[in-house]
């Protein structure tokens, strides 16, 4: 079964820092970009950040630039998200997305992690 | 990178046909053959519905249809059912890969 399992999210204070994982099983995750989009509660949904399918190829949302790195192990079929400087802005359900055929189409979703900034 | 302009809520009855706009600008939607659509019920992580404007992936029913006319797309939901009821969001590439979502558009069927 394809599959994207993400851990490590939690509550955290404002300036702290996370580093999400998102755990890949079921296809050949070193042939795929990923992504990372979150939505914070009761809201609609971001796009935070790609990567390309051998990593060399990075893009963030101006909202995260600086503060969030996106990254992958092929060798462990796993996409990271370390997030610094952490604001209350940043709490939001987590999800990593496998990109399909073209930009934003995101055929497989996690079922997020929870992210929740406050003192 | 400006969200996309969607309705906020949409209505119809089982059967009948509804249709959900996405307004975006040359530079994103206008710009780019690159618009998707994802369904999301609750507490549940979104579903691709519709990618490349108005294409299907494997699943999904026919039922939805997707199409674009300068900077505004359009989800198009026939025959209405009652599992349809969901959020909606449309997506759509804004170049040097810059992806933006619009606000979300809530399906009611009555």
């Known amino acids: 079964e394809v599959q994207l399992v993400e851990s490590g999210g939690g509550l955290v204070q404002p300036g702290g820092s996370l580093r999400l994982s998102c755990a890949a099983s079921?296809?050949?995750?070193?042939?795929?970009?990923m992504n990372w989009v979150r939505q914070a509660p009761g809201k609609g949904l971001e796009w935070v950040s790609y990567i390309s399918s051998s990593g060399s190829t990075i893009y963030y949302a101006d909202s995260v630039k600086g503060r969030f790195t996106i990254s992958r192990d092929n060798a462990k079929n796993s996409l990271y998200l370390q997030m610094n400087s952490l604001r209350a802005e940043d709490t939001a359900v987590y999800y990593c997305?496998?990109?399909?055929?073209?930009?934003?189409?995101?055929?497989?979703w996690g079922q997020g992690t929870m992210v929740t900034v406050s003192s | 990178q400006s969200a996309l302009t969607q309705p906020r809520s949409v209505s119809g009855s089982p059967g009948q046909s509804v249709t959900i706009s996405c307004t975006g600008t040359?530079?994103?939607?206008?710009?780019?053959?690159?618009v998707s659509w994802y369904q999301q019920h609750p507490g549940k992580a979104p579903k691709l519905m519709i990618y490349d404007v108005s294409k299907r992936p494997s699943g999904v029913p026919d039922r939805f249809s997707g199409s674009k006319s300068g900077n505004t797309a359009s989800l198009t939901i026939s025959g209405l059912q009652a599992e349809d009821e969901a959020d909606y969001y449309c997506?759509?590439?804004?170049?040097?890969?810059?992806?933006?979502f619009g606000g979300g558009t809530k399906l009611t069927v009555l």
């Open positions: 997305a496998r990109e399909a055929v073209a930009a934003g189409a995101f055929d497989i």
């Open positions: 079921g296809f050949t995750f070193s042939s795929y970009e």
């Open positions: 997506c759509s590439y804004a170049g040097s890969y810059a992806v933006v």
């Open positions: 040359s530079s994103d939607v206008g710009g780019y053959n690159y």
